[in-house]
């Protein structure tokens, strides 16, 4: 099969690179050839995930920084756009933790909207002032179907969510006529590290069972290439918007099943 080359030369940085959701779009970026710097607050992840892509013929730098530390942040973003001007953000980096709305304490509310907010507001806007003196580039950030939908149990992360998909299009009614484009991705249900550390099987089983028209959890492969759309020139004319990728989770209700054909 002839691969495509869609981003050959150019330099993609993504955030929460070392492993689910993250880790996959970087490993499709890396087939069509681009250029990549990993950032990731995990650096034993890191270095696994560089040497799973080692085995492709472009280049992946990587960088063990935790995004709400804005210092390590600007820092780390100028030692990239140096070795190689960025075209393409990917904002992925992000934590999620069950807890019922009247037990959060202060410091897990904190501790999730900066990892998903705050951290993903000092990245982009480090970067874009990098694009903006270029006129060009492109940006997309890792929302969730939670953040267009509640879920109970998840106050602040469906909040920081919610907080993403404002500042993406924010983002892109004032970035547009500089050349960058912003949009967001919203998945629903996807098999990852993170789900898996949060939920039994028996509850993902449950859950899909109830909630998800196609009858499974997402994949990370089915996720990945949305955002290498919205990263390519096919996606041109798209800013500003909310892509939702979740089984059909969103669409309403599920039927029940003596509904269902047969
Ligand atoms: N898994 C799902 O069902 C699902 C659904 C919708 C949205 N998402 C979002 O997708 C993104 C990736 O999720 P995943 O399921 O692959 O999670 P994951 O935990 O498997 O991977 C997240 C990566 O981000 C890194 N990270 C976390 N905090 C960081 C920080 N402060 N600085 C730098 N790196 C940090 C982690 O080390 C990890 O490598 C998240 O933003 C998540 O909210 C996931």
């Not at 920084?65 to 140096?82: G, H, L, P, Q, W």
């Not at 469906?158 to 991705?185: D, F, P, Q």
């Not at 899909?208 to 290439?225: F, H, L, W």
Request: glycine share 8%; aromatic share 8%; hydrophobic share 40%.
């Amino acid at each position: 099969m002839m691969l495509r080359q869609r981003f050959k030369n150019k330099h993609i940085l993504i955030t929460g690179a070392a492993r689910g959701i993250g880790f996959e779009i970087a490993r499709q970026f890396c087939e069509e050839s681009a250029t990549l710097s990993l950032l990731d607050s995990n650096q034993e992840n890191l270095a696994l995930a560089v040497k799973k892509l080692a085995i492709s013929d472009a280049g992946v730098y990587s960088y063990n920084v935790d995004i709400t530390n804005r210092e390590s942040v600007i820092d780390v973003i100028n030692k990239a756009d140096n070795i190689q001007p960025i075209d393409i953000l990917i904002n992925n980096a992000g934590i999620a933790m069950e807890t019922p709305f009247l037990n959060i304490e202060v410091s897990e509310w904190k501790r999730i909207i900066d990892v998903n907010l705050n951290g993903m507001f000092y990245v982009s806007q480090t970067v874009c002032k990098l694009m903006a003196s270029r006129k060009k580039g492109v940006v997309i950030n890792m929302a969730s179907k939670n953040g267009l939908d509640g879920e109970f149990g998840y106050a602040h992360y469906n909040s920081s969510k919610g907080g993403v998909i404002m500042l993406t299009k924010t983002m892109a009614l004032e970035l547009a006529h500089l050349g960058i484009r912003v949009n967001a991705v919203c998945p629903g249900y996807i098999q990852t590290p993170m789900s898996m550390e949060i939920d039994s099987p028996e509850f993902t089983s449950d859950f899909v069972n109830r909630y998800i028209p196609m009858n499974r959890p997402g994949k990370v492969e089915e996720i990945a290439p949305v955002f290498l759309f919205l990263a390519s020139e096919e996606s041109s004319f798209i800013t500003g918007q909310v892509i939702i990728a979740d089984g059909g989770q969103l669409a309403g209700q599920k039927p029940r099943s003596e509904f269902l054909y047969k």
